[in-house]
Each structure stands twice: as C-alpha cells, then as structure tokens.
C-alpha cells in the first residue's frame, strides 16, 4: 500500500468513521459503530477515496428519513446494530442485507456512484428490518 492510500486509510480510521458514528448518534440517539473489511479495499485509492460518501453519507441520508420522528428514532436505536462494509470489484457483485441488527453493505467504490448503493434503497432495505 502506497503513502497515498496509508494516509487516507488513517484518515478514514481516526478521523472519518469517528465523525458519522457522531453523526448517527446526533440522527437517532445513539451510535451505531463501522466495522469496515479493510483487506477487500486492497491498494486502491480509488475505493478508499469514495468509501465515506457512497456508503456513509448515503446512510446517514437515509436514518434522516427514517428518523423523522421518535417512533423512527426508537426503531433504529433498538434495531440498528452494526454497519459492516466491504469493497468489491464490480458493480454486478454489489449487495445489501438488514439481519439480526446487521446492516452489510458491498459496494464497488472504486466504480464511483455505479457501485453503490442509492440512499432510498438503503432505506428500503432498513424499514423492512426494522
């Protein structure tokens, strides 16, 4: 892994993930912690690079919609667990799934908005969980 891609991995890690968890919390009263598969986003800058906004903000995005008042709110603090993300090659690979208080999401962020997935959709996919 190059300089570029250690210094925005460290960025994401200390600085980013901190932040939207902050985020969330401000969203629905609670923070939900990031566990990001790293390895799956190799040396590519590219997928370091969009991997806050394709995921993160289109998240964040969506719990604002659900959260519109405190009976949303209730829902996702109770039901809402964990976010796990993953890094994948193509955008035919992509994938996303609510279970057991589990949101994953696998996205090609190195594809840009091609590989992700829509806030809408992550709300769908939230509500019928929740």
Known sequence: MGLNERRKL???QTETFPAR???????????IPYEVDWESFGESFEALNFLDNLSCHR????LRTICCDEMGKEAVREGLQLVKLKNVA??????I????????MSCAY?????GMHRDGEIREVLLAGL
């Open 97 to 104: 799934r609510f279970q057991g208080g589990v949101l994953e």
């Open 110 to 114: 190195a594809k840009g908005t091609e």
């Open 21 to 31: 968890e902050k985020e969330i919390a401000e969203i629905c009263g609670r923070a």
């Open 10 to 12: 460290k960025e994401l």
């Open 59 to 62: 998240l964040n995005m969506a």
């Open 90 to 95: 193509t955008p035919a690979e992509k994938q």
